[in-house]
């Protein structure tokens, strides 16, 4: 379906819904955890979101999964939801959250490295292995960060948790491109947060969490951030977000990557008065170009 049968309108407010609601969702995580102990919050946003996708593909007709599809869903809910966005909800502990976002964009170095390393893996292509190299100097330069919460530098553990979340996503992409949840992505996707909420929840519960749980302290604040999170990030921009791969060519619908970095930490900076420095900058700018060599990369291999 070319991109001239859709309206410019309809095309520029999928773009903002997943460039903007995305990047804002770093933020909004922040503000989530502040009375509401962060597994479980991300629990809520997941169960709530898989639930209403699930049952939005049932409404529309779509078949019953299969047990097969559901045992794919455990998986990419474990590796993407648990490992994936539990991680970030924790890190944003101790990581501002601009900061998270950019580090989160490293998933493409990443995937870059694991789809070479993997048996029967291709050697990366020059220009691939130059991202992979500019990708991994970022993000030496952003945990080398000084002035972060007074600490001088971006908190060891938070930027160690980050990575292993973004492994753990690249490592749960490349298992979703080999195996089909469900014939229907909004299907899929209900699937696997509601799985990832599953997993959430137990770790949640084996972290202490619910000796965190003060359902008399909870803020507003922290309940409005939830519940933008579970309506806008995990409903409105997925589905924004699929409607584009079909409206458009994956690679520009994939471009939000080079954005909500930006987004995040200038929002960061504006709200939560999060600091920008000329290193933060610096470094943001040095893993978005990588983002973009390994993305153009694979566009001209495609």
């Given at each position: 379906m070319s991109e001239t049968k859709h309206t410019t309108g309809r095309l520029v407010m999928a773009f903002?819904?997943?460039?903007?609601?995305?990047?804002?969702?770093?933020?909004?995580?922040?503000?989530?955890?502040?009375?509401?102990?962060?597994?479980?919050?991300?629990?809520?946003?997941?169960?709530?979101?898989?639930?209403?996708?699930?049952?939005?593909?049932?409404?529309?007709?779509?078949?019953?999964?299969?047990?097969?599809?559901?045992?794919?869903?455990?998986?990419?809910?474990?590796?993407?939801?648990?490992?994936?966005?539990?991680?970030?909800?924790?890190?944003?502990?101790?990581v501002p959250s601009g900061l998270t976002a950019v580090i989160v964009s490293t998933v493409s170095v990443w995937v870059a490295i694991f789809s070479w390393l993997r048996p029967g893996g291709r050697r990366p292509t020059v220009q691939v292995a130059v991202g992979i190299v500019v990708g991994l100097a970022g993000v030496v330069m952003l945990i080398g960060v000084g002035t972060i919460r007074g600490a001088g530098r971006v908190d060891p553990a938070g930027a160690i948790?980050?990575?292993?979340?973004?492994?753990?996503?690249?490592?749960?992409?490349?298992?979703?491109?080999?195996?089909?949840?469900?014939?229907?992505?909004?299907?899929?996707?209900?699937?696997?947060?509601?799985?990832?909420?599953?997993?959430?929840?137990?770790?949640?519960?084996?972290?202490g969490e619910a000796s965190q749980l003060n359902l008399a302290g909870i803020s507003t604040v922290s309940i409005l951030a939830l519940a933008y999170l579970t309506i806008f990030g995990s409903v409105i921009a997925f589905t924004a977000y699929n409607w584009l791969l079909k409206a458009t060519t994956p690679a520009r619908a994939s471009t939000y990557a080079y954005v909500n970095p930006a987004v995040a930490v200038l929002l960061g900076w504006a709200i939560a008065g999060e600091p920008i420095t000329p290193r933060i900058i610096m470094s943001m700018v040095v893993i978005v170009a990588a983002v973009t060599i390994i993305t153009m990369a694979r566009r001209q291999t495609a």
């Open positions: 903002a819904a997943v460039y903007l609601i995305w990047g804002s969702t770093y933020l909004a995580i922040r503000y989530a955890i502040q009375t509401l102990p962060p597994l479980w919050m991300a629990t809520a946003r997941f169960l709530a979101g898989g639930l209403i996708l699930y049952g939005l593909s049932r409404l529309r007709g779509e078949p019953r999964p299969t047990a097969g599809g559901w045992k794919h869903a455990a998986v990419l809910g474990f590796m993407l939801i648990l490992c994936g966005n539990g991680a970030v909800v924790v890190a944003e502990q101790w948790i980050l990575l292993v979340s973004t492994m753990s996503w690249a490592a749960g992409s490349l298992y979703s491109q080999r195996v089909q949840v469900a014939a229907s992505p909004l299907q899929a996707s209900g699937m696997q947060m509601i799985s990832g909420g599953v997993f959430l929840a137990l770790a949640g519960g084996l972290a």
